[in-house]
């Protein structure tokens, strides 16, 4: 059973930074691709970030590319969302996933694509 664990969520001020770590378990992690959403209130849950296995290939949103910085540690079995200079905007769940499916290079970026999520931490961010 694939399990999925975010944690590092807060309550920040603008232009704060926060690490969100995605711990998992139930399969070999280095073997797919890890991706973050997120989902404001009354909002559609929407892409930031995602990256191959080999974490060679990465894809982010627009609004988070050049703050926000993917990553992942396979002897841990954990991916991390490195947010830099957090924005209001940007208060919402975030979620980490996985993919069923493996792809050596190509960084899968829509909801369905991803099999496998977490419960969602949540980030505030306050202006």
């Known amino acids: 059973q694939v399990q999925l664990v975010e944690s590092g969520g807060g309550l920040v001020q603008a232009g704060d930074s926060l690490r969100l770590s995605c711990a998992t378990s139930?399969?070999?992690?280095?073997?797919?691709?890890m991706g973050w959403f997120r989902q404001a209130p009354g909002k559609e849950r929407e892409f930031v970030a995602a990256?191959?296995?080999?974490?060679?290939?990465?894809n982010y949103a627009d609004s988070v590319k050049g703050r926000f910085s993917i990553s992942r540690d396979n002897a841990k079995n954990t991916a991390y969302l490195q947010m830099n200079n957090l924005k209001p905007e940007g208060t919402a769940v975030y979620f980490c996933?996985?993919?069923?499916?493996?792809?050596?290079?190509?960084?899968?970026?829509?909801?369905?694509?991803?099999?496998?999520w977490g419960q969602g931490t949540q980030v505030t961010v306050s202006s």
């Open positions: 139930g399969r070999t992690f280095s073997n797919y691709a």
């Open positions: 996933a996985a993919p069923r499916n493996y792809w050596a290079y190509y960084v899968p970026s829509k909801l369905s694509e991803y099999t496998y």
């Open positions: 990256l191959t296995w080999r974490a060679g290939n990465t």
